[in-house]
């Protein structure tokens, strides 16, 4: 499993569009543990572009504050997961909330 996670000065960036860079969070799903970490440069924002790039980087799941509903429809699209409603927090943590339970899908902080 690779998670992408948005980032803004090392933690979620609440707005993944326009992040500064991604972590990805390559999980060993038997056991449940974090296996590599790997931080990228985003791409200029482009709509669209996203879903595809993080494709093609291996990502099945992504962790967001917010998204609009396009955004997770192309997401879904390119065999994606969508979790929105994670608060800014380190990536480690929240993939460890995730595997744990603790995180789940809430509100949607994005407005469009």
Request: charged share 20%.
């Amino acid at each position: 499993m690779k998670i992408a996670i948005p980032l803004a000065q090392g933690k979620l960036s609440l707005h993944f569009g326009h992040c500064e860079q991604f972590a990805m969070i390559d999980v060993d799903s038997g056991t449940k543990k974090i296996v590599r970490r790997e931080d990228i440069v985003a791409p200029p924002h482009e709509p669209g572009l996203l879903p595809r790039w993080l494709a093609e980087r291996g990502a099945n799941m992504i962790i967001a504050g917010g998204m609009g509903q396009r955004a997770q429809s192309l997401f879904e699209q390119n065999r994606i997961e969508v979790l929105i409603g994670a608060p800014s927090d380190t990536p480690e943590r929240l993939v460890e909330a995730y595997l744990g339970g603790a995180l789940q899908s809430g509100d949607n902080v994005c407005d469009h």
